[in-house]
């Protein structure tokens, strides 16, 4: 059964409180960058948060950036300012006075211990020491009732099964205490490499491995939490993840390297419903275009927002949109959650996914003139194919019959 | 800026950290210098101090009106406010706003834990709403002198003499800029305007003043950029606006264009500049060619001036990666420049 995260981010406002007060999440996964720990502790002295529900990543994999982008990483000073291999081998002391911290910091709000560890874009040092430093706080921080390695696993990692498969070969080795991993995909750009604009786009080799690796750990024995997640997490929570986590900015819902580069865009925020028939995070600006010809009360997801997306889709704020992300997933997600396994749960997204090309079909064939409006469906449905594609190689990967 | 909500503001924080008192008289700045806005403060003693606001939110193009702007006291509320009533990218903002109290800081904690490098900080706060806008100030010793762009403005000498005097400065900025990127920091403008000349009877000194803190810049309608500094005085990746890419290979660019114009009196981003097109790359192409036959102009070719102008290459390299490796290998070649030895007599 998978359940709900959100990833904490700047601009909180009430949005947790909200969400978990209104059942659709189920805790969240802090961040030291986005906020001190103290205000953090601050925060979680509130009663729909607690210790179970409660993640704290620490974020060292930015340990690896350029310190302009720490935010308040190093308000903490022990925060290892663009760590170096050395770091590690030598036993710096420095970096164990922050692995000291952190176990502290964590304690003092959650029960699980995210471990510290390193974006992993090539089968190197950054990757075993991840799995060294997992192991020392396993044995060193004693108190937790679980603990999380953090697997940040570069997208082109995931281009050959070949190195998965060492990856997991690794992983089953070195591990020995084999409890929880905190996964999440290190995206080369926020939007894609090809020209097409849409956020869940991916070529079905990659997505497939990405599943098939999941699948792999889960047979391990590991917990899973997959974070930075979009609609993508429904494709987590089809092979029966343990939690899926997702924020309310586009940013945390997909980790990509271009933030560490340069930030490019302070472009205009456009309105966008989740919709789950169509499995797509879709424009409002598109949605009104549509309505013009046909009723597209068959794209809703069933939230409270529903009505007035309908009827005027700028009638909704964007914290409306975000609380809205949240349901819809909430909704999908516990439509998969009441499918007893995986096969059952594979046939209903699969089923979700055809019926969401079906859709997009119709909305297709009466805008075949209106050549802007078929083109944005065309993006917006691009994953959808590739998703099935995927599926069908992840069964053929994992041995699914 | 309301400069008399300033001074209160400022009367205030230094009457509540005990360093107030009754003889302080205070002036307006008015000529605004770098990116903050400032007054100066002077004591009985005539000694002056300089209180600085820097403003995170000043370039970002949203009206928000003063009753709102009661309730923001921090970027987070700012950010909360946005999201819920802007169609704004507030990841991108809130990464720059970051940015701009990050190098804010930075600068304190470099200030007050270097000597001689920038002006001493009495006092700071990092997050601050003032005057519809959410900001970090800070109070400063204020530096009597001249800065450098005053002083080049009337330096009318010999070129060689000129070039000696140059080399003195980078003997002593490079020292300076050991220190300062020992502390995790990069100063991001600087320009001759600010670099002060503290002219202490035969012994000069320079003292860096007002840091870049990133200014968000709109290059077109859908795009922005965040940039730190003058583009006069800018490496080309500041001038693109690679904000988060800055690091202290973009201060040897800058110092390159600001020894080149002590040389030459050509500032050659403004030489080469064009519409739409990277200065930066021009400079490279004619760094053998128009370039180098101006910095040559008037003056006899010797060992030291070739070294000095090979350095200037080298400082001046578009690829970040092709200038100095390390901040420690610049300031060791800098010390090699020696009067004895040149062969300019010979």
């Known amino acids: 059964m998978t359940k709900y995260l959100i990833q904490h981010g700047p601009a909180k406002g009430s949005k947790i409180e909200k969400a978990i007060v209104d059942n659709y999440c189920d ?17 979680c002295n509130n009663n729909f948060l607690n210790k179970n529900n409660t993640f704290y990543d620490p974020q060292f994999y930015y340990a690896r950036y350029d310190s302009s982008l720490y935010k308040n990483l190093d308000k903490n000073s022990t ?16 970096l164990l006075k922050y692995f000291d911290n952190h176990a502290e910091e964590s304690f003092s709000i959650s029960n699980h211990l995210i471990t510290p560890g390193l974006c992993i874009d090539s089968l ?8 060294e430093i997992y192991n020392f706080c396993v044995e060193k921080y004693k108190k937790f009732e679980s603990y999380y390695l953090t697997l940040a696993i570069g997208e082109n990692m995931f281009h050959s099964k070949n190195d998965i498969d060492e990856l997991l070969e690794d ?19 926020a939007e894609n490499n090809s020209n097409i604009k849409n956020y869940e786009y991916m070529d079905e080799e990659t997505l497939s491995n990405i599943l098939y690796f999941l699948y792999k750990l889960k047979n391990m024995n590991f917990k899973i939490l997959s974070a930075y997640n979009f609609l993508n997490a429904v494709l987590f929570s089809m092979i029966d993840i343990d939690y899926v986590s997702g924020g309310w900015f586009n940013t945390l819902r997909k980790f990509s390297k271009d933030r560490f580069e ?16 169509l499995l797509s995070y879709f424009t409002g600006e598109l949605a009104d275009l549509i309505s013009q010809k046909i009723n597209i009360s068959f794209m809703t997801s069933g939230t409270p927002y529903d009505e007035n997306f309908i009827n005027d889709y700028d009638s909704l704020s964007f914290v409306d949109y975000e609380q809205e992300f949240w349901i819809s997933m909430h909704n999908v997600i516990q439509e998969i959650n009441s499918r007893q396994n995986i096969e059952l749960k594979i046939d209903y997204v699969v089923q979700i996914i055809k019926q969401a090309v079906l859709y997009y079909d119709n909305m297709m064939d009466n805008f075949i003139e209106e050549k802007e409006i078929s083109n944005k469906l065309k993006n917006s449905s691009a994953h959808l ?7 069908d190689l992840f069964k053929k990967k994992a041995l699914i019959i | 800026m309301d400069y008399e909500k300033f001074k ?8 509540s950290r005990d360093i107030w008192k009754d003889t302080y008289t205070f002036q307006v700045n008015k000529n605004i210098r770098g990116q903050s806005k400032s007054i100066f403060i002077l004591d009985n003693n005539k000694k002056k101090y300089i209180a600085k606001y820097f403003n995170y939110t000043e370039d970002i193009d949203i009206k928000i009106n003063e009753n709102d702007w009661q309730n923001l006291k921090s970027i987070n509320d700012y950010l909360n406010y946005l999201d819920e009533n802007f169609a704004v990218q507030i990841e991108e903002i809130s990464e720059g706003l970051a940015l701009k109290k990050r190098c804010f800081t930075r600068y304190v904690i470099a200030s007050n834990e270097t000597t001689n490098v920038f002006p001493k900080v009495y006092f700071n706060i990092e997050e601050i709403n003032f005057d519809c806008s959410v900001g970090g100030i800070l109070l400063e010793e204020a530096i009597n002198g001249l800065t450098l762009e005053e002083y080049l403005r009337n330096l009318k000498c010999d070129k060689y003499i000129k070039i000696i005097e140059c080399i003195n400065f980078l003997k002593i900025i490079s020292k300076k800029m050991c220190e300062y990127f020992s502390k995790d920091f990069v100063h991001r403008d600087l320009s001759p305007d600010n670099i002060m000349i503290i002219d202490d009877s035969n012994n000069k000194d320079y003292k860096i003043i007002d840091p870049g803190v990133v200014k968000i810049v709109s290059r077109n309608s859908t795009k922005g950029r965040v940039k730190f500094c003058k583009d006069s005085y800018s490496s080309p990746e500041q001038y693109l606006g690679y904000g988060s890419s800055v690091d202290f290979t973009s201060d040897i660019y800058i110092l390159g264009i600001v020894i080149y114009e002590f040389i030459t009196g050509i500032n050659l981003i403004n030489r080469f500049y064009k519409p739409d097109i990277l200065p930066h790359n021009e400079i490279n192409a004619m760094l053998d060619r128009t370039v180098e036959d101006w910095f040559y102009e008037d003056i006899e070719e010797s060992s030291l001036i070739d070294r000095l102008y090979t350095i200037i290459k080298k400082m001046l390299q578009c690829r970040k990666e092709d200038r100095f490796k ?3 290998s610049f300031a060791d070649v800098i010390e090699t420049l020696n009067l004895e030895g040149d062969d300019i007599n010979d």
């Not at chain 1, 925060?79 to 420095?94: A, F, G, L, V």
């Open chain 1, 79 to 94: 925060y290892p300012s663009e760590i170096k291999r050395k770091d590690w081998r030598t036993r710096d002391e420095n």
């Open chain 2, 326 to 328: 390390t901040i420690e």
């Open chain 1, 385 to 391: 194919n590739k998703w099935l594609l995927a599926i």
């Open chain 1, 27 to 43: 805790g969240v996964v802090f961040s030291p960058r986005e906020e001190t720990i103290e205000s953090i502790q601050n925060y």
């Open chain 1, 124 to 131: 190197d040092w950054k990757f075993d020491h991840t799995l």
């Open chain 1, 171 to 189: 992983i089953n080795d070195e591990i020995e205490f084999k409890d929880g991993i905190y996964f999440f995909i290190v995206h080369e750009n």
């Open chain 1, 262 to 277: 340069s930030v490019d865009t302070f472009g205009i925020r456009k309105k966008r419903y989740t919709s789950i028939p």
């Open chain 2, 8 to 15: 209160q503001l400022i009367k205030r924080e230094m009457m």
